[in-house]
């Protein structure tokens, strides 16, 4: 009889364990519930004091308060998801491996030239037309296209008019370029287009740059004035031309798989963060210009703003670049932005 007491009781005693044992493991779900928040990466070329950065970190706190925390966005300044190979950037962007990017619309024509388009010289003369155009058909066109690559465009943020600095002299006049080393990133248009000026464009990447500069490798680079300033490249040139030739895009990007396996309600929030983000940065972006021009001259720096006149003839005299680009870009792609 005392046996079959201790044989019930120790069969309580496991009935016990195991509802225990399921009971915690109907508490554990609540730690399930965890494992479904969303964790994004995001690759950004910039550095962390550039505005690329900030807009991205605004971007990153806007989603985490739209989803009330259920999506989360990890951010990676300075090209670091790709050992600084802004290509790689996108093809990872492309591929999964990021889930979304702040990458240049001339970093993406790499790929496909058709997104140089933006970048054509002085296509983009201000940025009121900067502004209609990238809110119109020129923006929708290039939407389109990142589509048809994978990648979802959420907005566009400004890296700004490119601005040429060089260690030799000032420039002002299309004579002054030639023969000039100038390092240009890896777009075919600006092979192009500084070959019709009579200088040696030099393709490279941005990582390298500095120290090329500093070793007199090359004369000379071209960079909005965030970028120039953030990674102090005023510090190894003497001279910077304002002649807003090229404007420069950045694109924020997601990708199309990752963005589409995510539940509506936060598609919906991805894309309302975007606009607001990209609005913010471009905001940022042209309110600190002015300042680096000024920081540029303080640091030593000799600033030549290029007269209407001498824009005239540099644009006479890279007039080759679209008679080149017209049949690979397709004029009706380039019409949206004139």
């Known amino acids: 009889m005392f046996k079959k007491i201790i044989a019930v009781a120790t069969s309580m005693v496991l009935v016990g364990s195991l509802l225990v044992g399921c009971g915690g493991k109907t508490a554990s779900s609540g ?56 290509g790689k950037g996108i093809e990872m962007l492309r591929n999964g491996a990021t889930d979304l990017s702040y990458h240049s619309n001339i970093i993406y024509s790499i790929m496909d030239e058709r997104f140089g388009v933006i970048s054509l010289p002085w296509l983009l003369p201000d940025y009121e037309t900067v502004d209609a155009k990238l809110n119109g058909k020129g923006g929708e066109a290039i939407n389109e296209i990142l589509d048809e690559i994978g990648v979802v465009g959420l907005g566009f943020g400004e890296n700004g008019f490119r601005q040429l600095t ?22 075919k248009m600006y092979i192009s287009l ?44 003497d001279h910077l031309s304002v002649w807003n030739y090229s404007y420069d895009s950045i694109i924020l990007g997601m990708n199309k798989a990752k963005f589409e396996s995510l539940k509506p309600e936060h598609q919906e929030a991805i894309k309302e963060a975007a606009t607001e983000a990209c609005d913010y940065q471009v905001e ?20 030549t703003t290029v007269t209407k006149e001498n824009i005239e003839a540099f644009k006479e005299k890279v007039s080759s670049v679209y ?16």
């Open 31 to 86: 730690g399930a519930g965890k494992k479904d928040k969303v964790r994004l990466k995001m690759s950004v070329t910039g550095s962390d004091s550039s505005t690329w950065t900030k807009g991205a970190q605004k971007f990153a706190e806007l989603v985490k308060e739209k989803t009330n925390g259920e999506v989360e966005i990890k951010v990676y300044p300075n090209e670091q998801l790709s050992g600084g190979n802004q």
């Open 166 to 187: 060089n260690s030799k002299k000032a420039i002002s006049t299309p004579e002054d370029v030639s023969g000039l080393k100038i390092r240009v990133p890896g777009i």
């Open 194 to 237: 500084y070959k019709a000026l009579g200088a040696d464009p030099i393709a490279m990447n941005f990582s390298e740059v500095f120290t090329a500069l500093q070793q007199k490798a090359i004369d000379g680079q071209e960079n909005p004035t965030d970028i120039i300033t953030s990674s102090k490249i005023y510090e190894v040139q």
């Open 284 to 303: 940022i972006n042209r309110q600190a210009e002015g300042e680096q021009l000024k920081m540029f001259e303080e640091k030593g720096m000799t600033i």
């Open 323 to 338: 008679t080149e680009y017209e049949p690979i870009m397709g004029k009706e792609l380039i019409d949206a932005f004139r």
